[in-house]
Structure formats: structure tokens, C-alpha cells
């Protein structure tokens, strides 16, 4: 039944129509005719749906991508009968699924993210006011009832493409997810409220996750301002927002999220290093400045604020007033690891530019001996910086490790300078 359809509405005569201009009597006929038999073509498949979809499907094409496939593009029976063709070969791959039968996962996600689009575009004609400007759906019901009972997976599709690594239809999954929470036939459930809006706030993160990993700054924004409702993820939501934000361009809300997210989320260096780095970039260091003193001066406690300061004077390689800013912070905050590892960096580099300096004086025993005491006392600074990093933070390697075996090795202790060999790692 099925390919006798599509057989014979090739024997349809072809007519060309110029939509938007008088028709003729003739052109009206034909045209009439031609919508006739596409709207029988959908009707018959309606009746194959129970027992071929994918026929019913097939059968449906010319009415979508044929000659005269405008002439029932407004139509909502078109596409509730499309979504429920798609929906019949959605059902019998989840039935193999049940039955612990091989099926196909990508066919069921991909033909559940299309029925939603399908069904979209559905309740949208069939909302649409008629003639006199009267509304009668007709779908409503069969429409929320569809969606709602298959809307979990398409937060399900989204996990199965993200872990295929095919990020793009990842995203559609979780994109169409959030989108259908705002559709008018699903509106009595709530699905912007209580443990839904949960759901939506880690879809969203993993939508903007998707563009993140296809570095598609369109998809990480469209939904990030949910994203980053999300608790649990809302610090690296902030990240790719701000990131997207310079990808695209849009320096002011870019500078403005930074600064925002400075202060929300003081241990992360990625936002106050940013603000940092554009300022030097673009030869505007008394911005920054400006901008780190008003923040010690909205709140003067907040070991962050008084940590840039140092940060600041350091990236100018300003040694002597970094040295000044980092006590000030450990005053405050006698544990606060960048605080404790970069006054120690000062005084390594303090050492360093000594040695520098030197590097070209005469060389005596009695200038060796005060270059040695000279050099000791910057090592012996930063010691016990680096020595209480290592308490406090033992698994953070990377904050104290070289620069203990640079205070061992220089202030010859042997042991240490061995011990400190056995937990560099091995190439």
C-alpha cells in the first residue's frame, strides 16, 4: 500500500505556482487537486502506523519535500502524523531495549529528539488563529501526552551522545530537553519548577559543556544563564560563559563576568588571572589597579582582594611591594596557598636577580662569602613558606615541590635535597 502511494503521486501532473500572485482558475484546480492527494498520502499514512511506521514514514515524504509539499506545510495533522511515525519506530527499538534485544540507541534518541521538533512545530499550527480569529486545537491532548511520557529521554539521549563524544547531537538532546519545558501543551506540569528545574540546571551545564568541547560559543551561551543556576557546577559554568563571551566578542559582559566571579569564587585564579592578563595586554595596569583597590576597599578582610595587589606588583615584577601585599594577605589569612607559594617565588626571584647582579662584579673570597650570606637569607625566607605549603597542602605537588628542592639544594642539606628527588616524577 505504502509504495503504491508514492508510485502514484509521480503520475500527478507538475504545476508550477508563483505563491504571493493571482492564480488562475486552471492553477487553483490543480492546486486543490495536488493537496488533495498529499492530504490523502498523510491519511493513509496514518492508518500503516500501527504496523509499519517506518513505512508510514516513508510515505510521507513527498508531503514534506516534494514539488508541492507547501501546499500542507501549515498543516498539523502533517506533522503529528510525521511525530507518531517516528514515535511507532521509537517504541520498537525501546520494546528490543526491554526484551534485552540488541537495538539501536542512536535511532531511538535521534527519532525522540525529532518528535519533539515535530510536535513543536504541531501545537504552534494548531494554535494558530483561523480566518475569524478562532483557536480549536485539536492535538492538545495526544500532544502532551507523547511528550510528557517520552521527555526523559531526551535527557537520557543527550548522556548516550555525549559519551559517543558526538557532541552536537549531545546538545540538541539536552537543548531540546529545556526547550520543551516551556512548551504551552506541557505548561500544567511544571517543568520549570521544583526537582524538574534541578534536571534543567544540569542540562543546561551540559549543553554549554558540549559547545565547550566542539568550541561552538553559540551553544555554550543559549543556555548558561541556566547552567550556571546549577550549584553543583555553577563555577565552571561561569568559566565557559566567560570564555564564550571572549570568544564572541563581547569584551564588556567578558570583563563584567570576571569581575563578578572574582569575588564569587575567590579561590579561582582562572577569573582574577583573566582581568590580570587584559589589562597588561592592553597597557591598562592603572585600571587594574583602580579596580583591585576598590575591592580592598568594599571589603579590606578579603584575603583575595589584598592578594591581587601582590599579584599585580609581581606580574610587574615588582618583587619588593608583591612582598608587602603577600604578608598583608597571610596577616589576614595565614594559610592562603598562592599567598604562601608566591611571597616564597619573591624571594627565589630576589635571589635570582641578586645573582644576576653579580654575575659581572670581581670576584673575591670576602665577595663570595657576602654573596652567599645575601643569597642564604632569600632561601631561608623561603623555606619555611614553602615547608608549610607542603603541610597544609601535601598533595599540591605543584605549589611546593621545585621550590623546596631550589631552598635545599642552595642551602646545602643534603638529605632534603634527596628526599625532595624522590618525589619529583620520573621521565
Not at 525529532?114 to 494558530?128: K, W, Y
Not at 627565589?348 to 647582579?357: E, G, L, M, P, T
Request: net charge negative.
Amino acid at each position: 500500500m505504502i509504495k503504491r502511494l508514492l508510485l502514484s503521486f509521480t503520475l500527478i501532473l507538475a504545476v508550477s505556482f508563483a505563491f504571493g500572485q493571482e492564480l488562475s482558475k486552471e492553477e487553483l484546480k490543480a492546486q486543490k487537486k495536488n493537496k488533495k492527494v498529499l492530504m490523502g498520502l498523510i491519511s493513509d499514512a496514518e492508518k500503516a502506523l500501527l504496523d509499519d511506521p517506518a513505512g508510514a514514514l516513508n510515505a510521507l515524504q513527498p508531503a514534506l519535500t516534494g514539488e508541492h509539499s507547501a501546499l500542507v506545510a501549515n498543516e498539523p495533522y502533517l506533522w503529528y502524523i510525521l511525530a507518531s511515525a517516528k514515535l511507532g519506530i521509537m517504541q520498537q527499538e525501546q520494546l528490543k531495549m526491554q526484551e534485552g534485544q540488541p537495538c539501536n540507541e542512536a535511532v531511538l534518541y535521534q527519532n525522540c529528539v525529532e518528535i519533539f521538533q515535530d510536535l513543536s512545530r504541531c501545537d504552534e499550527l494548531d494554535r494558530t488563529p483561523d480566518a475569524k480569529g478562532r483557536v480549536k486545537p485539536k492535538y492538545t491532548e495526544q500532544i502532551k501526552m507523547i511528550l510528557s511520557s517520552n521527555r526523559p529521554n531526551l535527557f537520557n539521549g543527550g548522556v548516550y551522545y555525549y559519551n559517543e563524544e558526538d557532541f552536537a547531537k549531545a546538545y540538541d538532546q539536552f537543548n531540546t530537553f529545556l526547550k520543551s519545558a516551556s512548551y504551552p501543551s506541557l505548561a500544567e506540569f511544571g517543568l520549570n519548577e521544583g526537582e524538574n528545574a534541578n534536571f534543567n540546571k544540569i542540562a543546561a551545564y551540559y549543553s554549554a559543556l558540549c559547545g565547550m568541547r566542539i568550541e561552538n560559543y553559540e551553544m555554550v551561551l543559549s543556555n548558561i544563564e541556566v547552567a550556571v543556576q546549577d550549584s553543583a557546577n555553577a563555577e565552571s559554568a561561569y568559566q565557559f560563559k566567560a570564555d564564550a563571551l571572549l570568544h564572541t566578542g563581547d569584551t564588556v559582559a567578558w570583563l563584567n563576568t570576571l569581575k563578578e566571579c572574582s569575588i564569587m569564587y575567590p579561590s579561582n585564579v582562572y577569573f582574577y588571572q583573566s582581568l590580570i592578563q587584559y589589562y597588561d595586554n592592553n597597557n591598562k595596569r592603572s585600571e587594574l589597579v583602580a579596580y583591585a583597590d576598590e575591592m580592598i576597599a568594599s571589603d579590606p578582610n578579603n584575603p583575595l582582594f589584598v592578594y591581587v595587589k601582590g599579584y599585580i606588583a609581581q606580574q610587574g615584577n615588582d618583587q619588593t611591594e608583591a612582598i608587602v601585599w603577600y604578608k598583608k594577605t597571610l596577616e589576614i589569612d595565614p594559610n592562603y596557598e598562592n599567598a604562601l607559594g608566591n611571597l616564597a617565588l619573591c624571594y627565589i626571584q630576589q635571589a635570582q636577580d641578586y645573582s644576576n647582579k653579580q654575575a659581572g662584579a670581581k670576584v673575591t673570597r670576602e665577595q663570595m662569602k657576602k654573596d652567599k650570606e645575601v643569597l642564604d637569607g632569600y632561601f631561608q625566607q623561603a623555606l619555611p613558606l614553602y615547608e608549610k605549603l607542603r603541610s597544609i597542602a601535601p598533595d599540591k605537588t605543584n605549589l611546593w615541590l621545585n621550590g623546596l628542592f631550589q631552598c635545599y639544594y642552595n642551602l646545602n642539606m643534603e638529605d632534603k635535597v634527596k628526599e625532595m628527588e624522590k618525589l619529583m616524577p620520573q621521565e
